[in-house]
C-alpha cells in the first residue's frame, strides 16, 4: 500500500470521479457514446505506455507526435495506393521503430540529452511533413475504416488492441528480467552498468519500441475516419507525458507502474466529457486538466522531500 | 578555554525513532574535538542541530555562552558556525572568488558588486591557507581538496568560531590530508574551536585534544587524546614528513608574514569573531602532540587508547581486528602481464593473484588502483599486455565478458554505484546473476527471495526484509548487499574497491572477516584501500601502486612507513 500510494491515490479520484458521474451524470454511462469515446482515445493509451518506458528509464521523447503524424499519413498514403491493409500496418509500425531507432541511437550512442534530439526530430519530422505534403489531407478508399468491418467491431478492435499492448508491457516490466533492467537503467544507469547490465541497449530498445507503438496508434488511429489529417498527433506528446506523470511515474526514472499510466491516463480523459455531463462550463477543462498534473507533481515532490529527510 | 558550544541533554526525535536521546557536548576554543560514533549513533543529526537545520526537542545549546533558542542555518552562519562537508558545496561554474564572495558578501539584490574588492579578499583567504589556487579558477575545475580548501576559505572569511569538518579527508590523499591537518591546526592556533568528524582512528589520534563518542543517540563519554597512542598513529605520525620549512603553510617560511599580519576583521564583527595572527611558531611539524596549544583538557580523565576508544564506540570488545589466513594460497587464478590501458591510465601491471589469496593494492589515491579494476572488469578494456585466468589467456572487452569470466567487482562509492536504493534488496541481489537465476528471460520471485534471503542470513545483512528499498540500509549494510550481488555470481576473482570506506567499526571488521573467509574458500582477491591499516592486516602480499604502475610488491608485515614511502616514490613524492 505504502510503495503504491501513487498508484492508489489516482485510482481512488478516478474512482470518485466516476462515482459522483454515475450519480450525477448516469448518462455517461451509456455503452455507445462511452465505447466511442474510448476508442478515440486508444491510440494515445498506446503512445503513453510507451512513453511511460522511456520516462521509467530516465528518458524523455517529445518527437511522438510529430512522428505519429508522419506514421499516419504514410500509412494513409500506401492504403489509398490500394496496397493491402496489413502491408500498411506493418510499413506503419515499422517506420516508426526507424524514428525511434533514430532517437534511440543519437541518445544512447552519442549520448545525446533525449529532450533534445527528440526536439529536434519532433521538427524535422512535422516540418518535413508539411513541406512534403503541404497541408492537403487524405482520403481512404473504403475498406480501411473500421478495417472493413461494422463500426462496433472495429471499435473492439482498437480498444482490444490498446488493452493487448498495455497487459503485455505491463507483464513484461513486472516478470521479465528486461522490465527489471528498464527500471535498473532508469534508477541509476552506471549502477546498472557495473551490475553487468548495458544500459545503452535497454536505452535504444525502448526509443524503438515507442517508435514502434507510436505507428500502431497511427494505424488504431487511421482507422477511425475516412480520411488522414497531415497535422494529426499535434500535443501528443504532452498529452502522453501528462498522462505518464499523472499516473505516477517519476520522471527521474526508476519509479512507477503501467496500472498507475492506465489509471492516470483515463482520469486525464474521463474530464473533458466528464464536465459536459456535469454542466461545467468547457472553458475550464483545460484549466482543470492543468491542475490535475499540477497536484501529481506536487504530491510527488511532497513525497520526495518525505523521502530525503 | 572558554567553552564555544555548549550542549546539554539535547534530544531529538523523527517520528517514532529517538535519534538523539540525550547529547551533552562541550567544545573550547582553541580545540579540536573529535565526534565519533558508528553510523547512526547521531553524529550527523547532532550536527544539523548545531548548524540550525533541525531544531532540538529538548535540552539546551549554548554558543559563545549565550543560550540560543530556535537557531536557524542564517544564525548558525551569522553566529560563526561554519560546516565543510565531504562534497564540498560550490557552484561549479562561478570562480572561486564569486563562491567565496556569494557566502560572504551581502546578500541585498541590487547591491553593486565591487569585483576587484571580491577578487583581492579570495586571493588573501586563500593565501593565509597556503592554498595555490586562483581565485578566477572555476570551482567545478579544481579538486576535491582545493574546493574544500575554498569552503575553508569561506569559513575563514567569515569569522567563523566553530568549524566543523565532517569528514574532511575521505578523498583526499596523504599529501593533501597533511596540508588539511596544517590547516586544522592552524585553525586551532587562532582560537577556532573545531568539530571533527572521521572514522579514521588515526586521524583522530594524530589531530584530535579530545574525543566524544556518540553510541545509539547519546553521548557516553568524552575523553583526552594523549600518551596512549596506538602504533599505527605513532607511525602515521613518524612518518610524517619532517618539512625543510616547517611552518603550517605549506609555502614556507616567506609567506607567512607571522609578525606583520593584522588582525583580520570580519564582517559580522563581533569582539570574537576577529582571528588572531597566528603566534610564530606555533603548528609546527616536528611532532603531534608538540603542536597542542596551550591548556590541556582536563587532567583528571587519563588519555584514551584506541581499543579503549573503539570499545566506547561500539560497546562491545571487537576481536582481533584483522582476521589472519590459514594456510598457504594455492593455484595462480590471475596474471597479469604487462597489462596497459592508454585511456584507462595504467600502463605496465604484471601481478599474479593467487586462489585463496588476499593481494592488497596499496597507493595514493589517482595512483592507478581503481584505472586498474576498471580495466580487469572490462569497464576500459586493456590495449596491451595480457590477462589470464587459471593460465588461459582470455580478453575482457565489456562487463558481460568480465562476469563470464569470474571477475566480480564491487566498485567505490557504493552509495552512487554499489546498490540501487530505490530498488529493493532483493533485486539488488540478483542484479548481476540474472542468465543464471532466471533461464529463459522469465523472472522467477520464489527463486529471487530464496536467494536473497540465503545472502542476507549468510552476510547478516540488517534489513527490513528483502523488499526494502537499497537505500533504507545503513551503509555498511549496502556494502555487503554491494558484496553479496557479486558473491552470487560465484567468482574466481574478487576486486573490491575500498569496502570499507564509510562503514563503522562494527561492520568494517564483519566485512574483514567475511573478506577473508571468501579468500579461504578459494577465491582470489584483490583489495584497493585507502584506509592504510587496512591494507596492511588483510593483505597476505601488498602491491604498491605509484602514477599508474606497479612500483613495488611486498609481503604481508611489511611496516606502514615502507609501504608508504613506496607509494610516495621514496622521498620524491612529498614538499
Known amino acids: ?73 504514410s500509412a494513409g498514403l500506401l492504403a489509398a495506393a490500394k496496397l493491402s491493409l496489413p502491408v500498411a500496418v506493418l510499413a506503419s509500425v515499422g517506420l516508426g521503430a526507424v524514428g525511434g531507432a533514430l532517437n534511440g541511437a543519437l541518445v544512447a550512442v552519442l549520448r545525446l540529452p533525449s529532450i533534445v534530439v527528440t526536439l529536434a526530430t519532433m521538427v524535422m519530422w512535422r516540418e518535413g511533413l508539411r513541406l512534403a505534403q503541404q497541408g492537403v489531407f487524405v482520403n481512404l478508399p473504403d475498406g480501411v475504416q473500421w478495417f472493413g468491418l461494422p463500426m462496433a467491431a472495429g471499435q473492439g478492435i482498437v480498444c482490444g488492441l490498446a488493452l493487448v499492448v498495455l497487459l503485455a508491457l505491463a507483464y513484461a516490466l513486472r516478470f521479465l528480467a528486461v522490465g527489471r533492467f528498464v527500471y535498473a537503467v532508469g534508477s541509476d544507469a552506471e549502477a546498472a552498468r557495473l551490475a553487468g547490465i548495458r544500459p545503452r541497449l535497454v536505452t535504444f530498445g525502448v526509443f524503438i519500441l515507442l517508435g514502434a507503438l507510436t505507428g ?46 492506465l489509471a492516470g491516463f483515463l482520469l486525464l480523459a474521463c474530464i473533458t466529457p466528464a464536465l459536459t455531463y ?22 510527488d515532490g511532497v513525497r520526495r522531500r518525505k523521502l530525503n529527510r | 578555554m572558554s567553552a564555544v558550544l555548549q550542549l546539554t541533554s539535547v534530544t531529538k526525535s523523527f517520528g517514532a525513532v529517538r535519534a538523539l536521546k540525550g547529547v551533552s557536548f562541550e567544545l573550547r576554543a582553541g580545540e579540536v574535538h573529535a565526534l565519533l560514533g558508528e553510523n547512526g549513533a547521531g553524529k550527523s543529526t547532532l550536527i544539523k542541530i548545531i548548524t540550525g537545520a533541525h531544531q532540538p526537542d529538548g535540552g539546551t545549546l549554548e554558543i559563545g555562552g549565550q543560550q540560543v533558542a530556535q537557531l536557524t542555518p542564517q544564525a548558525a552562519h551569522r553566529l560563526g558556525i561554519a560546516c565543510i562537508y565531504q562534497q564540498p558545496a560550490l557552484f561549479p561554474d562561478l570562480t572561486v572568488s564569486e563562491n567565496i564572495g556569494l557566502r560572504l558578501e551581502s546578500v541585498s539584490v541590487l547591491r553593486r558588486v565591487n ?25 567545478g575545475s579544481l579538486s576535491m581538496p582545493e574546493q574544500q580548501l575554498v569552503e575553508i576559505a569561506c569559513a575563514l572569511g567569515a569569522g567563523a568560531r566553530i568549524v566543523i569538518m565532517d569528514e574532511p579527508t575521505a578523498s583526499l ?26 572514522h579514521r582512528l588515526e586521524e583522530i589520534f594524530a589531530l584530535a585534544d579530545r574525543v566524544t563518542v556518540l553510541r545509539d543517540g547519546e553521548s557516553v563519554g568524552t575523553r583526552n587524546i594523549g600518551a596512549g597512542q596506538s602504533a599505527v598513529a605513532r607511525c602515521m605520525a613518524n612518518e610524517r614528513p619532517e618539512s625543510p620549512h616547517p611552518g603550517p603553510l605549506p609555502g614556507g617560511e616567506g609567506e607567512r608574514q607571522p609578525a606583520t599580519r593584522p588582525a583580520v576583521r570580519v564582517p559580522f564583527a563581533e569582539p570574537l569573531t576577529t582571528i588572531l595572527p597566528l ?73 599474479d593473484v593467487r586462489a585463496g589469496e588476499i593481494v592488497g593494492l596499496a597507493g595514493l589515491v589517482g595512483a592507478g588502483r581503481t584505472e586498474l579494476a576498471r580495466v580487469l572488469f572490462g569497464l576500459t578494456p586493456a590495449d596491451s599486455g595480457e590477462i589470464h585466468l587459471n593460465g588461459h589467456s582470455v580478453s575482457i572487452r565489456s562487463p558481460q565478458e568480465a562476469v563470464a569470466h569470474g571477475i566480480a567487482y564491487v566498485p567505490e562509492d557504493r552509495r552512487r554505484h554499489g546498490v540501487i536504493l530505490e530498488m529493493p534488496i532483493a533485486h539488488n541481489l ?81 566485512i574483514h572477516k567475511i573478506i577473508r573467509r571468501l579468500a579461504q574458500q578459494g577465491m582470489a582477491v584483490l583489495l584497493i584501500s585507502s584506509d592504510l591499516p ?34 610516495l616514490g621514496q622521498g620524491r613524492g612529498e614538499s
Not at chain 1, 504532452?238 to 519509479?255: D, F, P, Q, T
Not at chain 1, 461545467?280 to 490535475?292: E, L, T
Not at chain 2, 601502486?545 to 608485515?557: F, K, N, Q, S, W
Request: glycine share 10%; proline share 6%.
Open chain 2, 173 to 198: 590523499t596523504q599529501k593533501e590530508q597533511h596540508r588539511l591537518f596544517t590547516v586544522v591546526r592552524e585553525l586551532r592556533a587562532s582560537g577556532v574551536g573545531v568539530i571533527y568528524i572521521s
Open chain 1, 216 to 261: 500502431l496508434a497511427a494505424v488504431m488511429n487511421l482507422v477511425q475516419s475516412p480520411q488522414v489529417d497531415p497535422s494529426t498527433g499535434r500535443m501528443l506528446e504532452l498529452e502522453a507525458i501528462a498522462a505518464v506523470v499523472v499516473g505516477g511515474v517519476a520522471v527521474s526514472g526508476g519509479r512507477g507502474n503501467l496500472w498507475g499510466v
Open chain 2, 279 to 351: 603566534p610564530s611558531g606555533e603548528g609546527r611539524g616536528e611532532g603531534v602532540r608538540d603542536s597542542r596549544p596551550a591548556g590541556p583538557p582536563n587532567p583528571s580523565t587519563p588519555p584514551i587508547t584506541e581499543s579503549e576508544l573503539i570499545r566506547l564506540m561500539v560497546g562491545r570488545e571487537v576481536s582481533s581486528i584483522y582476521p589472519a589466513a590459514e594456510g598457504e594460497p594455492g593455484e595462480v587464478v590471475l596474471a597479469l602481464s604487462d597489462l596497459g590501458c592508454t585511456a584507462g591510465g595504467v600502463r605496465h601491471i604484471t601481478l
Open chain 1, 1 to 73: 500500500m505504502k510503495r503504491h500510494f501513487r498508484e492508489f491515490s489516482v485510482t481512488g479520484a478516478l474512482l470518485l470521479l466516476l462515482v459522483s458521474l454515475a450519480i450525477f451524470a448516469p448518462n455517461f454511462f451509456e455503452p455507445q457514446p462511452l465505447l466511442s469515446r474510448l476508442t478515440a482515445a486508444a491510440p494515445k493509451l498506446v503512445v503513453a505506455c510507451g512513453i511511460a518506458l522511456v520516462i521509467l528509464s530516465r528518458q524523455i521523447d517529445i518527437s511522438v507526435g510529430s512522428l505519429f503524424a508522419v506514421c499516419s499519413l
Open chain 2, 430 to 510: 540478483t542484479m548481476a546473476i540474472h542468465p543464471r537465476l532466471f533461464p529463459g528471460t522469465w523472472l522467477r520471485f520464489g527463486a529471487e527471495r530464496s536467494h536473497a534471503l540465503e545472502s542476507m542470513r549468510d552476510l547478516a545483512v540488517k534489513a527490513a526484509g528483502p523488499d526494502a528499498p537499497g537505500g533504507s540500509l545503513s551503509g555498511g549494510n549496502q556494502q555487503k548487499v554491494a558484496l553479496a550481488r557479486w558473491l552470487a555470481t560465484k567468482p574466481r576473482v574478487l576486486i573490491l574497491d575500498e569496502p570499507t570506506q564509510g562503514v563503522d567499526v562494527g561492520a568494517k571488521s564483519e
Open chain 2, 534 to 567: 587496512e591494507v596492511l592486516g588483510m593483505s597476505d602480499r601488498i602491491a604498491v601502486m605509484r602514477g599508474a604502475e606497479i612500483v613495488a610488491m611486498m609481503p604481508r608485515g611489511t611496516e606502514a612507513h615502507a609501504v608508504m614511502a613506496a607509494a
Open chain 2, 115 to 139: 569585483w576587484s574588492a571580491r577578487r583581492e579578499r579570495a586571493a588573501q583567504l586563500l593565501q593565509r591557507l597556503g592554498a595555490d589556487i586562483s581565485p578566477d579558477a572555476e570551482a
Open chain 1, 278 to 299: 456535469l454542466d461545467v462550463k468547457p472553458y475550464w477543462d483545460k484549466a482543470i486538466q492543468g491542475a490535475v498534473i499540477l497536484l501529481a507533481v506536487v504530491a
